[in-house]
Structure formats: structure tokens, C-alpha cells
């Protein structure tokens, strides 16, 4: 699976955001992530076929989330479903 | 091919038949309705812009716009899934619009040809081969709204009647003898 990497000043953790390319909440994430100057890596999953879809799939079901976007994985631990703006700040320490 | 200018007016028309609002925000209202339009344009039907779609009719129907979900979104929320209608207090600036939990059921979400999502979510996962399975063979039932008469074809029962708007409770399947 191909990840496009956003560069920010703050690489202190590693964030990988599942997100879909028509999805509001899911731009709220990258402007909120961009305008903090997180570094994070991006995956807009309805521009991708069948295979990446089920990686994405089994990757956010293995971890215990729910099937929606964004979903965004923190550290390769902590998963955050929807923009929790609080919990953002929270984790990352913002 | 649909332009934004009429999927902006379908909706318009839709919210305003239904007692909604939409976005209030004109920036967040064209994003949404640039992605319905983008939706229609490569899966034939507007789903929801903040929903994975499996591009099968059959798979997606509850997440085309308005969505299954919308009317007891807006009801206990004041806003849908996306974001597109509102209530009048959110329109209104009353309640803050916030992002809101997903009431589509999981299994809903995984598609029939996500092998490995099946060894994470067992039940859910053969509960969705089993549905879509009988769907598949048009297993689907007929079901009837007491109160206004509205009659649908589908796996379970609107949540809400779209005509009357009959909570789900007063929906009675049609047997056929």
C-alpha cells in the first residue's frame, strides 16, 4: 500500500490517516494535521482497487475500529475513528 | 453528466420538502456537493461523499443521498452523517455542527469480497455474507407502513417512513399466501 507522506515540523509521532477523497471530515483531519505542522501519512481509499481496499480493511478491523473515515492510527497503537479535534490535541501532544 | 449546479438544486429541493437546511458553511456545502457529484459520476448514483462505497446498487442503497440514516441523524444530532443537512438550530447557528457517529450497522460496511475482514469479525462477517447471500437471491421482503401505506422492497424496514415519516416500529411485513 502506497502512502502519500505530508511533511511537518512535528515528525515526534507517526500518524497514518485512512481517509476518502469526496469526505469532508476526512479534509477537516488534513487541514487540521497540515495547519499544526504534523507529519503524517495519507491513504484516500476510494482511489484504490480491490486489494488495498482489504488491506485497509483488515488493518482498521484487527485493531478493534469501525469501518469509517477518517480513521486515523497514532504511533501504530492508538486509533481515533471520525475528528475528535480534542483527542487529537490530546495525543499528539498539541 | 450531472452538473453541481443541479445536484445543489436536488438537494435543495429535498431539504426544503423535508423540513431540513443545508450546510451552512458555503465552502464545506460545495465540497459535499462536489463529491455527490464526483459519486454519481463514477459509481452512476450520489452515495454519500464520507462513505466508502462498494459501487453496487445493491450493496450501497442505504448510503445514497439522503441516506437511510439521515432522518434519525438530524433527529438526535441535528446534522447527517456528511454534514450536508441540517437542522434549523445548527443552520441557525443555535448547536455547534459537530462530527457524528456512524449509525450504519459495521457489517454494512464490509464487502462481500473482503476475505481477510471475515477472520477479525466472524459473526458480523458471516452475518453479512448471510444478508447479502439472500439478498442475492432475492430473498428481500415487501414491506408496508401502517400508518400511510408506503410499501418498499428491500432487506429490513426504513428507519424512518419517507413519506410519512413513521418511525420503523409501525413498518409490517407484507405476506403474500
Redesign the interface.
Known amino acids: 500500500m502506497q502512502t502519500i507522506t505530508v511533511p511537518g515540523k512535528n515528525s515526534k509521532h507517526r500518524v497514518l490517516l485512512y481517509a476518502?477523497s469526496?469526505?469532508?471530515?476526512?479534509?477537516r483531519v488534513k487541514s487540521f494535521l497540515r495547519e499544526n505542522g504534523i507529519e503524517y501519512d495519507f491513504f484516500d481509499?476510494?482511489l484504490h482497487g480491490?486489494k488495498e481496499?482489504?488491506e485497509v480493511?483488515?488493518d482498521i478491523?484487527?485493531r478493534g475500529g469501525?469501518?469509517?473515515?477518517p480513521t486515523i492510527i497514532i504511533d501504530g497503537e492508538m486509533l481515533i475513528?471520525?475528528?475528535?479535534e480534542d483527542k487529537l490535541r490530546e495525543v499528539l501532544e498539541i | 453528466m450531472t452538473t453541481l449546479e443541479e445536484v445543489r438544486q436536488r438537494v435543495e429541493s429535498d431539504a426544503k420538502s423535508n423540513g431540513y437546511y443545508l450546510n451552512p458553511d458555503p465552502e464545506v456545502l460545495r465540497h459535499l456537493l462536489e463529491g455527490l457529484r464526483k459519486n454519481e459520476e463514477r459509481y452512476d448514483y450520489p452515495s454519500c461523499p464520507c462513505r466508502l462505497a462498494f459501487e453496487s446498487f445493491e450493496l450501497d442503497r442505504d448510503i445514497i443521498c439522503p441516506c437511510d440514516y439521515r432522518d434519525p441523524d438530524v433527529d438526535e444530532y441535528g446534522s447527517c452523517y456528511c454534514s450536508l443537512f441540517v437542522s434549523k438550530d445548527v443552520f441557525e447557528g443555535k448547536i455547534p455542527l459537530k462530527p457524528i457517529p456512524e449509525r450504519r450497522p459495521n457489517e454494512k460496511q464490509i464487502g462481500p469480497h473482503i476475505k481477510s475482514a471475515k477472520a477479525f469479525t466472524k459473526t458480523t462477517a458471516v452475518k453479512a455474507t448471510a444478508s447479502i447471500r439472500k439478498s442475492s437471491e432475492r430473498g428481500m421482503k415487501l414491506f408496508y407502513c401502517r400508518q400511510c401505506g408506503y410499501v418498499c422492497f428491500r432487506e429490513e424496514p426504513p428507519y424512518l417512513c419517507p413519506i410519512c415519516k413513521a418511525k420503523r416500529e409501525l413498518f409490517a411485513e407484507v405476506t403474500i399466501s
Open positions: 476518502l469526496t469526505c469532508i471530515w476526512c479534509k481509499v476510494d480491490e481496499r482489504e480493511t483488515a478491523l484487527r469501525r469501518l469509517s473515515y475513528t471520525g475528528f475528535k
